[in-house]
């Protein structure tokens, strides 16, 4: 069994047991949250439910195992020829 779900701009596939990193989210660690924007769900005898856009009555509940950073991310500015580099 596996679900679509959309959070902080992103589609993510989830399945039961499965760590997904998200963007952040307002939420201590160790509580529950509910992922109510489910896009699609599916199960192992090849049943599944799309929504256009969402699948109604569908939610994803998990667990906040803590917070971490991502890789850094390096931004260079230039403009051509004026001196700024």
């Avoid at 963007?23 to 439910?49: M, N, R, S, T």
């Avoid at 856009?53 to 890789?71: F, K």
Wanted: charged share 20%; hydrophobic share 45%; aromatic share 4%.
């Amino acid at each position: 069994m596996y679900a679509v779900i959309q959070t902080g701009g992103r589609q993510l596939k989830v399945e039961p047991g499965a760590v997904v990193s998200v963007d952040h989210l307002a939420v201590p660690a160790g509580d529950a949250v509910v992922f109510d924007q489910v896009l699609f769900v599916a199960d192992e005898g090849g049943q599944f439910a799309s929504g256009t856009p969402l699948v109604a009555g569908a939610r994803v509940v998990g667990v906040v195992d803590g917070a971490g950073q991502g890789p850094k991310i390096r931004v260079l500015r230039k403009k051509r020829r004026k001196a700024m580099r």
